[in-house]
């Protein structure tokens, strides 16, 4: 019998359009999170796939022994691609000279991820593509000068000689440090046992380079432990460079994104809980007062939820995935590398996301209509919007899960949620004071202006609900949009055009005045000569330092002390370094350094510690008066520590300098090599290169999430005007009894939406503000500025928006005649 009624009322109520509140809501909800986790995703592994270029390779494992064929057959049993590569230092000979070089030796997959670009020819832009083969040596150009020979001729390495193959344009896993080593070669790892250069003791690094899907990547890890050694390591992206900063600071962006959609859901959840409760109160009145049961009642509306619930989640997976195949086909033309996965996590996440929504926003609702009395269908319900405490607990933790199982960062979710909660809050206080402070202007009504206060502080809470969702709107369009324009303009501005790509590093005093005569003579900007010294930590408050860092434990960050490091001497604080505790330098100071902030804290530094360094066998103290926080990921060179000027300028030191040169101009490097040999000069054009592509790929993501989040925005408000839809009907008829015209009714509607909507842009930019200078400084590690074009932009388009879409909604209903009207009211 309930069974049947259940069926009569979904169909009716589904006509007039009672449930489609609800179901647009939660279709909002699972097509907002289906789609940006998805493109969220996407864009992700498409960064992550760049980022194995970086390593020529899916999965890198280190090893300081000889390659296992065991751990090589067993990958290749599962399926995945092998390559091998060896690394060493050797002398290079020829006819007229020799030169120290670091010398890759790879097999013939070399490289599985990116691409490996050879000419030959002495030109990086003109020449034939050559391949890797036996027999053959490939060297960076500035080595051809440093041997003194030309493509075709021969060289000697150890016991054997190789022909000069060519120059090589690009490789994949190129160190990508701005203090780089000697100059680099590659060849075929066939030819090492020839030239006799591995014998015992040899310092040489080997690498298994693997390649395959995630799950095979995987399951391999697994299965190959029980044959690695103390020795083996898996290595991945280094995050202290510029291309793993860049990296991880896109995944950030789009996390954040990510997090916007789900509070964008949250606000979709509200309006169908506040529509919902509002709308059937006399619909279960009257079936109580036609015998129908509590128990009866609550299964009735149950399977009106589940069946909205289906459908809305059917729909909203649908238009989910279609939404995520055009973004993945985008991905795919931008990043013709691209290999989608396939995933279940969006889809899974979107359920969750209905599930959530419809239990925790519509579930109390749903209770308390069954519990109505029939005597209720004697009344007429109050279209208010009340505030129950159990719904809004268990509503914010929905919101609260969902943020945590998209992002997986407890920090960010919990920062974000704190953050909404203080602004909702705040804002509620704030809007019921000033709501409640227009009345005395509203009196009379006697003017639209008066008419759009007095029905704005007539419904207090119902408009204090709506300048909620309203800010919130506007705040996620705001500050996504600031975040793709500003802060993205931003990290570019790190690197901006013309920044240095080629670094000088050995440059001598009597050499400083022949740079400068030739950056002078070839109009080349020259960055300042940064002086170095090496030298060596050996007590901290006279204590002895006796840990050791390797090379292995440096690219753990386990940095600097035990070895010899690049000290310097300057008097001004360089760019990418801030003051975090104590004071720099001052004209006199004496007997005083810097340190880094990561190294301090590691070691254990303090702030008025002495440390003692050696230097060319002698011993020098210094005071701890400042710490640093130093942005690695800067073009540029860092330094752990910094002394004042009057310990090191004694020793003799060399220094580093950068050019910028047009990559038509490289010949400009070959000269320079070859007036002064002794210098080593250091290409990073290929990480300001891979950069600048991390950086276009993450503003054509945040481009179409914002597309997305704005769509999703402006349907929020719809929803949330046609929730008071019925009342404006009752306002409207009885205003038309009294014979209120047209333009008078008109004008007070847009005027109502205007000052709504100044406000809730006002709100909206009050929160993005202090959201985007928070996230400037604490999450993507920019520097501080204000935006003064969102202090306009917010209320304005605040404004704009809500009277707009308000007006389109309402225009229908002010050309209705009172008579009508009235009926409809009287009808219910």
Not at 210 to 221: E, H, N, R, S, W
Not at 320 to 332: C, D
Not at 630 to 654: C, E, H, K, R, T
Request: aromatic share 10%; glycine share 6%; proline share 3%.
């Amino acid at each position: 019998m309930w069974a049947s009624i259940a069926w009569r009322l979904f169909w009716r109520e589904l006509k007039r359009g009672e449930l489609w509140v609800i179901a647009f809501a939660l279709f909002l909800a699972v097509f907002s999170v289906v789609s940006l986790s998805g493109i969220t995703q996407s864009v992700k592994i498409a960064l992550e796939q760049r980022s194995a270029q970086f390593i020529a390779a899916d999965r890198v494992l280190g090893s300081t022994q000889a390659f296992n064929p065991e751990i090589i057959s067993l990958a290749e049993q599962q399926g995945l691609a092998v390559a091998q590569q060896m690394q060493f230092d050797s002398m290079l000979f020829s006819e007229q000279e020799m030169q120290l070089a670091t010398i890759k030796a790879v097999s013939s997959a070399y490289p599985l991820r990116g691409e490996l670009i050879l000419h030959r020819s002495a030109s990086l832009t003109e020449g034939e593509l050559g391949n890797l083969t036996v027999g053959e040596i490939w060297f960076e150009p500035r080595l051809l000068d440093l041997l003194a020979v030309s493509v075709g001729d021969s060289i000697e390495l150890g016991s054997s000689r190789l022909r000069v193959g060519g120059v090589i344009v690009n490789e994949p896993d190129a160190p990508l440090s701005v203090f780089g080593g000697a100059p680099r070669a590659i060849m075929h790892l066939a030819d090492v046992a020839a030239s006799g250069i591995v014998q015992p003791g040899s310092r040489i690094s080997y690498r298994y380079l693997f390649a395959g899907t995630t799950p095979q990547l995987d399951g391999f890890t697994e299965t190959v432990k029980p044959l690695l050694t103390v020795h083996q390591r898996w290595r991945d992206r280094d995050q202290q460079s510029a291309i793993g900063g860049a990296l991880a600071r896109a995944e950030r962006f789009l996390l954040l994104a990510g997090l916007l959609g789900i509070v964008l859901a949250a606000c979709a959840a509200a309006v169908a809980a506040n529509r919902y409760s509002q709308r059937h109160v006399q619909a279960v009145a009257i079936i109580k007062a036609l015998g129908a049961t509590t128990a009866q009642v609550r299964r009735i509306y149950a399977s009106h939820l589940t069946l909205v619930v289906l459908f809305s989640l059917l729909l909203g997976l649908v238009a989910g995935q279609v939404v995520l195949i055009v973004a993945e086909s985008a991905i795919l033309h931008y990043v013709g590398d691209f290999r989608p996965e396939l995933s279940l996590r969006p889809l899974w996440l979107g359920s969750l996301t209905c599930v959530l929504c419809a239990s925790l926003f519509a579930a109390r609702p749903l209770w308390q209509l069954t519990v109505t009395p029939a005597i209720q269908v004697l009344k007429q319900p109050a279209a208010v919007l009340t505030f129950d405490k159990w719904q809004l607990i268990t509503g914010a933790l929905a919101v609260f899960a969902l943020m945590w199982l998209f992002s997986g960062e407890w920090l960010i979710s919990i920062g974000l949620f704190l953050v909404c909660g203080i602004f909702i809050a705040l804002l509620l206080g704030v809007a019921a004071l000033l709501v409640k402070a227009a009345k005395p202007v509203a009196a009379g009504q006697s003017s639209a202006g008066k008419l759009a206060l007095a029905n704005l502080r007539r419904r207090l809470w119902a408009n204090s609900f709506q300048l909620i969702t309203f800010s919130l709107a506007l705040f996620l369009a705001l500050l996504l949009y600031f975040v793709r324009a500003e802060l993205i303009g931003q990290w570019q501005q790190q690197i901006p055009d013309g920044a240095p790509n080629h670094f000088l590093v050995n440059v001598t005093e009597t050499q400083r005045t022949e740079l400068a005569e030739f950056a002078k003579t070839h109009q080349l900007q020259s960055e300042p000569f940064y002086p170095v010294v090496r030298g060596r930590l050996v007590q901290l408050n006279q204590q002895l330092m006796r840990e050791e860092a390797t090379k292995e434990d440096r690219s753990e960050q386990q940095t600097g002390i035990g070895r010899e490091l690049n000290l310097t001497w300057l008097e001004n604080l360089p760019a990418a370094n801030k003051i975090q505790s104590g004071q720099w330098f001052s004209t006199q100071s004496r007997g005083e350094v810097s340190v880094e902030q990561e190294l301090a804290e590691r070691v254990g530094i303090a702030l008025g510690d002495q440390l003692q360094f050696s230097i060319g066998g002698q011993l020098i103290a210094a005071q701890v008066t400042s710490i640093r926080e130093v942005d690695w990921n800067s073009l540029q060179p860092n330094f752990y520590m910094i002394l004042s000027p009057d310990l090191l300028q004694g020793f003799p030191a060399s220094y580093i300098t950068a050019f910028y040169i047009e990559p038509e101009r490289y010949q400009l490097v070959n000269q320079l090599a070859r007036q002064m040999p002794t210098v080593t000069v250091l290409s990073v054009e290929a990480i300001i290169k891979q950069v600048q592509d991390i950086i276009a790929q993450v503003t054509l993501a945040l481009s179409f999430i914002l597309v997305i989040i704005g769509l999703a925005a402006a349907l929020v408000l719809v929803a949330q005007v046609q929730a008071t839809i019925e009342q404006r009907e009752q306002e409207l008829a009885i205003l038309r009894t009294l014979g209120a015209r047209y333009a008078f009714l008109r004008n007070a509607l847009l005027l109502e939406f205007t000052f709504l909507g100044a406000l809730a842009g006002l709100f909206a930019t009050v929160l993005a503000e202090i959201l985007l200078l928070s996230l400037q400084q604490r999450l993507f590690d920019l520097p501080f500025s204000f935006h003064y074009t969102l202090w306009w932009l917010g209320p304005v388009s605040g404004a704009v928006l809500v009277s707009l879409l308000g007006w389109w909604q309402l225009r229908q209903l002010l050309r209705v005649p009172g008579a009508v009207l009235i009926r409809r009211v009287l009808q219910g």
